[in-house]
């Protein structure tokens, strides 16, 4: 019986660990605003804020930080300068909990490339 005991018991804490641990999951939201900037939300798949998050740009090639700052108290940065590169954002709560996706890319129009007008000739 006081075998019995001890696993379940074991077993248990295993469980509510293990729920503990999922349901704080990392989520992060990039928008391209169409301005040259992006919107960057983060936060945690219980509903908590990721308020005072550290969010990095890193250059996807070399992994060189471009920028680094925090999320404001609503857990979001609603205009941050795209780089010229490709590049990462990074949404770092720690160990375990570090999200990384692809940056929106400059568009040629936000990078100041002019396009050239095509000329359509009538037959």
Not at 4 to 9: D, E, L, R, S, T
Not at 45 to 59: N, R, Y
Request: with cysteine; hydrophobic share 40%.
């Amino acid at each position: 019986m006081k075998k019995f005991v001890i696993c379940f018991i074991s077993g248990l804490s295993l469980l509510l660990l293990v729920g503990r641990v999922y349901a704080h999951t990392p989520i992060m939201f990039i928008e391209d605003n169409g301005d040259g900037t992006i919107y960057v939300e983060g936060g945690f798949s219980d509903g908590s804020s990721g308020a005072g998050v550290k969010i990095l740009l890193k250059e996807k090639a070399t992994g060189k930080v471009l920028w680094q700052g925090k999320l404001n108290v609503s857990g979001c940065i609603e205009a941050l300068k795209k780089p010229n590169v490709p590049y990462l954002v990074v949404f770092d709560a720690g160990p375990g909990h570090v999200v990384e996706k692809e940056g929106p890319p400059l568009s040629p129009a936000e990078a100041g490339v002019k396009e050239e007008k095509k000329s359509v000739e009538k037959p």
